[in-house]
Structure formats: structure tokens, C-alpha cells
């Protein structure tokens, strides 16, 4: 059974797809042209409002200022629809555009399940946070149904050395 509900998400070192899914207003969001002004964490989350997406959410908000520092733009998705996206983003606060993915397409495009077939109505990786750097590159991938905390720090990190380590900060 486990087998059915895991699946295998993108690398570190791998080229992260382009996609484009409407954000929380309905306004179309493309990855590309997001990652034209510099790295972009995608964090993948199962469904909005429950407890741990909304502690993922809410962490990602608190740090967005250290983020924005840092030169990176925050995005998430998960394949609620826009109506619900647009309330958990009101409801909050969050400072970062959060995606609709009802097809699941994106999911698909990073080697993620959703729906996966467990009464949750989620796949066992659903929450999985990507940081990809400007050439499109995953640089860092963090993956844990029931951590959220930890996500964010590491992206944190990964960011931070990648600006450090751009030819532009010497």
C-alpha cells in the first residue's frame, strides 16, 4: 500500500519544470518569471487549514522579511481551489502568493502525488518544500508530512549560501 502513496519528488541538481497556476486571486503565477528576480522556495502543502499546513504557512509568513533579505520569493500550492486558497491567505495574513493546483499538474511536474487515496485525501509526500535557485535548479529539497518548522529553516539556509556564493555578492 505504501508504495502506491509515495512517490519519488525531484533531486537536488535537478531542473525544476515550469508551470503556471493561478494564485489566491486568480491571477495567473508562472515559476519562470518568478525566478527572473531571483531564488524561489515552492513548498508543497496537502490542504489549507489544517493544522500543520497552517503552521507551515504561518512560519514561512513570520520569516518572509529574512527571505525577501535574502533575495528569494516564497510560493505555495496545494490542490484546494482558489476560493479556499484565497480564504486561508486572508485568513493568515500570509504575505506570499499561495497557489491553486486542482489538477494537480504541478505536483505531477515535481514528481509528487496528491489525492493519494488515504482518507485525508493526501499522498504520503504532499508536503515537500523545494528551493530553486535562478537558473531553474533544485538546490534543496526538504520532504516530512508532520514537520513544517524545519522546512523553512533549511530553505532559510539553502538561500542564504546561494546568495553567498553568487558572483554578484563578491
Known sequence: MAAKLLSKPLADGEKAPDFTLPDQDGNPVRLYDLLQSG??????????????????ACSFRD????????????????????????KFHTRNRLSYPVLSDVDREAYAKF????????????ALNDRVTF?????????????????AEGHVEESLRTVKDLIARSPLAK
Open 39 to 56: 531564488p524561489v522556495v515552492v513548498y508543497f502543502y496537502p490542504k489549507a487549514f489544517t493544522t500543520v499546513c497552517t503552521a507551515e
Open 111 to 122: 514528481g509528487l502525488r496528491s489525492g493519494g487515496g488515504f482518507k485525508f485525501g493526501w
Open 63 to 86: 520569516n518572509f522579511e529574512t527571505f525577501a533579505d535574502a533575495g528569494a520569493q516564497i510560493v505555495g500550492i496545494s490542490a484546494d481551489d482558489v476560493e479556499t486558497q484565497k
Open 131 to 147: 528551493v530553486i535557485d535562478q537558473d531553474g535548479i533544485v538546490r534543496h529539497h526538504s520532504t516530512g508530512m508532520f514537520e
